[in-house]
T-cell receptor
Framework: DAKTTQPTSMDCAEGRAANLPCNHS???????VYWYRQIHSQGPQYIIH???NNETNEMASLIITEDRKSSTLILPHATLRDTAVYYC?????????FGTGTSLTVIP | DAGVIQSPRHEVTEMGQEVTLRCKPI?????LFWYRQTMMRGLELLIY????????DSGMPEDRFSAKMPNASFSTLKIQPSEPRDSAVYFC??????????????FGDGTRLSIL
């Protein structure tokens, strides 16, 4: 069972920052938060993950609240190619529980 | 670097036939996962191998499904006999070490299976 709650869909203007929220209020202290995205007809693509601290890589930034009950994925300058379903996942051991994700549409 | 490679990309076959899906993990990865994705149930883990040994097969739907990993660079998922309800996209993923919580899984592009 998915341990996260995400909005079903979001829109973002091209060139703007896309902020995707996720609630994971039942997360345990040693469980990581992962973000993946899936573009139509492709496999899930790894984006970023974190435990407690905020993380940044070449694709995105991950902001985790101090109580770890929620997080936000930030795509700093969204492009049309960022249109995809974004999954927020709480990893339990080797298990990734994919929920229904957020369908992000980047608008020209 | 080559990612996870799956074949075939598409498979259409008739009910009752045997189906074999293939996966080549990323070189050096010691963990391999098979997932199934459907509209109704989303992405589900079917089986997890670590160092070529099946660790968790609790997600395998029934005895018609079997998976093998004869060596570190190859795995198969077999359905025999196939049924229309097996129609789905099947993904293979690999990880440097599936036991480490900070190691991500990397997915292939999947096999879209249609059973008529």
């Amino acid at each position: 069972d998915a341990k996260t709650t995400q909005p079903t869909s979001m829109d973002c203007a091209e060139g703007r920052a896309a902020n995707l929220p996720c609630n994971h209020s039942t997360i345990s202290g040693n469980e990581y938060v992962y973000w993946y995205r899936q573009i139509h007809s492709q496999g899930p693509q790894y984006i970023i993950h974190g435990l407690k601290n905020n993380e940044t890589n070449e694709m995105a930034s991950l902001i985790i609240t101090e109580d770890r009950k929620s997080s936000t994925l930030i795509l700093p300058h969204a492009t049309l190619r960022d249109t995809a379903v974004y999954y927020c996942i709480v990893r339990v051991a080797y298990q990734f529980y994919f929920g229904t994700g957020t369908s992000l549409t980047v608008i020209p | 670097d080559a990612g996870v490679i799956q074949s075939p990309r598409h498979e259409v076959t008739e009910m009752g036939q045997e189906v074999t899906l293939r996966c080549k993990p990323i070189s050096g990865h010691n963990s391999l996962f098979w997932y199934r994705q459907t509209m109704m149930r989303g992405l589900e883990l079917l089986i997890y191998f670590n160092n070529n040994v099946p660790i968790d097969d609790s997600g395998m739907p029934e005895d018609r499904f079997s998976a093998k990993m004869p060596n570190a660079s190859f795995s198969t998922l077999k359905i025999q006999p196939s049924e229309p309800r097996d129609s789905a996209v099947y993904f293979c993923a690999s990880s440097l070490d599936g036991q480490l919580p900070y190691q991500p899984q990397h997915f292939g592009d999947g096999t879209r299976l249609s059973i008529l």
